[in-house]
């Protein structure tokens, strides 16, 4: 027995209740962990109002969790009891325990603790595929990049890492407090996209010629914006929908636009093997270790206030990474 905030329907945050629950012995190719953090990530809102359908119901959200091994199933070879691993994995970490593939999870560095690693780890290999793969050519110094959302949990890591790599960072957020944060996170130029035109402004930024990639997780309020701030050929990478679904997309209007390129990325495709997981999780506590990313944890909630949680993400509340402790 273990306990674990349920949902039974989907809906608003309340209907996050704390229940106990049965957990079985991990099975062959399991691991059972005991969670001592859990990364808050915007994709569990989709999960709870039921955009992206939860395997079971009821079911338990949460992508992302830190923890130790406290049992291992048959043919586990390469985890012991008590290693601290992380892991992003769709759903199941808002509970005190539970049972987990092996091939999921990433050994979490001595110099990196639990809270740091529940703060980035989703957020930070979503910075990874999306730079440097999502996009498929090198970001080059100079080059002009526009990232939404800015002062948010991916926003911060990946306008740091772009910023890294020498790009020029344009962030749009929606507040002059977050305006500041973007600023000290990589960001040399800001849009308050909630008061400015974002297009005008990248526009006047880049001298007409627009940027080379825009990544864009804002999804309804942004997407049509976002194409026209693209230079010829640039490429449009969606990877999130907080405002909304976007419109679709007549592939005349892109060849109108310059022969510019959209996709819609998702962490679960390129992350999809052990091999390319831990070649993202290396690169990611690389960057940390070099100082090119600092992580900014910067709202913690008991685990059972999920629900505050949840509300205040969708309020825009939030700044940075948000974490859960159990
Ligand atoms: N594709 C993938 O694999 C993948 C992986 C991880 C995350 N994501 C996506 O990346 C985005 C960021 O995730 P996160 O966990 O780091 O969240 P976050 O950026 O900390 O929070 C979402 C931010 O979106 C902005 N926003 C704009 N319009 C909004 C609206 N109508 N309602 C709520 N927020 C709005 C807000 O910033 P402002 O107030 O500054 O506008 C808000 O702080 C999400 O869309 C998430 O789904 C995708």
């Given at each position: ?74 043919g586990v070879s390469d985890l012991s009891v008590g290693d601290r691993v992380v892991y992003s994995a769709g759903f199941g970490s808002y ?61 911060q890591i990946l306008c740091q890492w772009a910023n890294h790599l020498g790009a020029n960072v344009i962030g749009t957020v929606g507040s ?150 159990p």
């Amino acid at each position: 027995m273990t306990s674990a905030l349920v949902i039974n329907e989907t809906g608003g945050p309340e209907v996050l209740q704390w229940q106990d629950i049965e957990l079985e012995s991990p099975k062959a190719g399991e691991v059972r962990i005991k969670h001592t953090a859990a990364g808050l990530n915007y994709i569990d809102t989709y999960f709870r109002q039921g955009i992206f359908p939860l395997p079971n119901m009821p079911g338990i959200l949460g992508a992302e969790g830190v923890g130790v091994i406290t049992e291992l199933g048959d043919g586990v070879s390469d985890l012991s009891v008590g290693d601290r691993v992380v892991y992003s994995a769709g759903f199941g970490s808002y509970c005190l325990e539970r049972n987990i593939l092996a091939e999921k999870l990433v050994k979490v560095p001595d110099d990196i603790d639990d809270i740091t690693a529940a703060g980035c780890f989703s957020k930070g290999t979503t910075a990874e595929f999306l730079l440097l793969r999502a996009y498929p050519r090198d970001i080059q110094p100079g080059d002009y990049i526009l990232v939404h959302a800015a002062a948010g949990g991916v926003g911060q890591i990946l306008c740091q890492w772009a910023n890294h790599l020498g790009a020029n960072v344009i962030g749009t957020v929606g507040s002059e407090e977050k305006a500041e944060v973007a600023r000290n996170h990589g960001c040399r130029d800001v849009i308050n996209y909630s008061t400015e035109d974002f297009v005008e402004r990248v526009s006047d930024i880049t001298d007409g010629k627009g940027v080379c990639v825009v990544f864009d997780a804002v999804g309804k309020s942004t997407f049509e914006g976002s194409l026209d701030c693209l230079q010829p050929r640039g490429f449009l990478i969606n990877f999130g929908t907080a405002s909304g679904p976007p419109p679709k997309v007549d592939p005349t209007d892109l060849m109108h636009k310059g022969s510019v390129y959209v996709t819609r990325a998702s962490l679960f495709h390129y992350n999809a093997t052990p091999a390319d997981l831990s070649a993202s999780a290396e690169k990611l506590f690389a960057v940390i270790r070099e100082g090119g990313v600092k992580v900014n944890v910067n709202q913690t909630y008991p685990l059972q206030d999920a629900a505050q949680a949840h509300q205040d993400l969708a309020d825009r509340k939030l700044i940075g990474s948000t974490v859960l402790i159990p």
